[in-house]
């Protein structure tokens, strides 16, 4: 055989490999091409038809929208701080039950509604339904909040519901006096008007949800299991409408979360010999420590974009997106490991691509003079859903890699199941169909909240858990939460009380419509 015969087979070859290639191409972009144009997971639930159950229309009169502006301000007021599980303001948690005793006296004095107190200052409300062949349904909300202090640079004082330029500011506006004082309104203005629904319902209102819930929440699920309750769906607070929040998404979208991520807290120590600092040895506990710090630091957990609930909430938000950003979110089958690492340029969202891993506290030595024997870190992680708690542990240590230092897991848990979003999801389309009934120009989404809530506690009564209260969040907003000059508008504030008097009765439906197309199934 000549070389130009080997030759010439060569460049065949290559020819076929590339149009082979070229081949291969041209089907993915007809194919991402179609998958763009077609995919609309909204169309379903916006041409189906819905029971009507809505026999009480929301009204808010100008008197009405004075009285509950007053209580939520009243309410804003009180301090009911959780500094730890053993500093709870309980003072104001009691100031807080009589406020709602005198904001509330249909609530409290109906016949209908069985309230008690659990755990000293958490509430359990109970309203059967005519109907007792259909399962109840819960909604969740928690009256502690996080400290605040004025002299970190509020523009009104944390705890004065100070209104300016149409905004109330205070500690718990949006998280999560908002959602108690909101649920309460639309049961308290429903009763008035005779309202007696069709399913059953709870609503739980938790004391010490700021410090993980374990009295609050824990004795509410106790007692609600001990008495045999299952639940068709639970609805807490975690995601909310993010309006200019989402880079590239043309106009609204509402986060229903239905999922968390895991959680683990964990603590690296280094014991070493003390000793005089003029005689230091090549390492002490100090720098050993830092080391295997920043190996963690510089080896982050792998990328898990699309392998969780996440790829859902960016399809089903594909529609909103302009090209060529529609192109991508409509199809992250392909386009997910280029995605992600532009995610994880940013803080923000790289929270949606990994387990993050952030160095929140670090302890050694007790004098300039002396050799620490013993320094100490505290590791914050927040798991991904396709990690376990497990796994993320041996990670750690085999990025650490060092058996000088100690690795001890001081508190943990897996990431939370995954609720349904299907178009036979009966809480997240009820939910779905309350939220466009109010904006119907919103995009609605999945979503995974990347903090815990007291919902965590109740995956043995349901599963399906949905986190989410129709507060707006603007640019500017998100870091109000927990953080300083935290407010909601009145606006909104009107907006939260109609959506729950409009999510009760719509919860009221005995069985969800029938799709009106099949369409993607996401």
């Known amino acids: 055989m000549t070389g130009q015969s080997v030759s010439l087979r060569l460049t065949r070859l290559l020819k076929v490999v590339l149009l082979s290639l070229l081949f291969v191409f041209i089907v993915l972009i007809l194919v991402a091409t179609v998958r763009t144009i077609s995919l609309d997971v909204s169309t379903s639930l916006k041409l189906a038809k819905w029971e009507r159950t809505e026999h009480i229309p929301p009204n808010i009169t100008s008197e009405y929208r004075e009285r509950l502006i007053s209580n939520f301000k009243e309410a804003i007021r009180i301090p009911t701080v959780s500094f730890s599980e053993k500093n709870i303001n309980t003072t104001a948690l009691d100031e807080f039950y009589g406020l709602m005793r005198k904001a509330f006296p249909t609530l409290f004095s109906s016949h209908l509604v069985l309230h008690e107190v659990v ?15 259909l399962e109840p349904y819960m909604l969740l909300a928690h009256i502690d909040v996080v400290p605040a202090n004025e002299s970190d640079g509020w523009d009104a004082p944390p705890f004065s519901a100070q209104e300016i330029d149409g905004f109330i500011y205070g500690r718990g506006t949006i998280d999560n006096k908002q959602s108690v004082m909101g649920i309460l309104e639309a049961l308290e203005y429903l009763l008035a008007r005779g309202y007696m629904p069709r399913r059953g319902f709870y609503v739980g209102l938790g004391h010490d949800e700021e410090v993980s819930g374990l009295q609050g929440a824990v004795n509410i ?3 609600l299991k001990e008495r045999g309750v299952e639940l068709e769906f639970v609805l807490d607070e975690g995601l909310a409408v993010l309006d200019g929040i989402i880079s590239g998404l043309q106009g609204p979208a509402a986060l229903i979360g239905i999922s968390e991520k895991g959680a683990a807290t964990v603590k690296l120590s280094v014991t070493t010999p003390t000793g005089h600092s003029s005689m230091p040895p090549p390492e002490g506990s100090i720098g050993i420590l830092a080391a295997a710090i920043k190996r963690l630091e510089d080896n982050p957990m792998p990328r898990l974009f699309g392998e969780g609930p996440e790829r859902g909430t960016f399809e089903h938000l594909a529609q909103s997106f302009g090209l060529p950003l529609r192109f991508i979110m409509s199809n992250l089958w392909l386009f997910s490991p280029l995605l992600s690492r532009v995610m994880e340029r940013r803080p ?3 929270a949606f691509v990994r387990t993050t891993t952030a160095i929140t506290m670090f302890n050694a030595g007790v004098k300039v ?4 024997s013993y320094a100490e870190a505290v590791v914050n992680l927040r798991i991904h859903s396709a990690q376990s708690l497990q796994e993320v542990l041996d990670m750690i240590e085999g990025t650490v890699a060092d058996e000088r230092v100690k690795i001890e897991l001081l508190d943990g848990f897996d990431p939370l199941p995954v609720s349904s979003f299907s178009s036979k999801a009966f ?3 009820v939910i ?10 919103v995009a609605i989404a999945p979503g995974v909240c990347v903090g815990n809530t007291d919902s965590r506690h109740y995956t043995d009564l349901t ?5 989410f209260a129709p507060t707006w969040f603007k640019p500017g907003d998100p870091k109000r939460f927990h953080g300083i000059n935290e407010r909601i508008s009145i606006k909104n504030y009107e907006e939260l009380v109609v959506f729950y008097i409009k999510l009760f009765q719509n919860c009221d ?4 419509p029938l799709p009106h197309s099949a369409g993607h199934e996401l």
């Open 509 to 512: 439906i005995r069985d969800l």
């Open 348 to 350: 923000d969202t790289n």
């Open 119 to 133: 755990a000293n200052y958490s509430h359990l409300f109970w309203v059967p339904g005519t109907d007792l062949s």
């Open 427 to 429: 809480g997240y389309q």
């Open 432 to 441: 779905k169909r309350t939220v466009l009934d109010m904006f119907p120009q």
């Open 463 to 467: 599963k399906d858990i949905y986190r």
């Open 369 to 372: 003079n002396v050799l620490p």
């Open 221 to 223: 699920v106790k007692a």
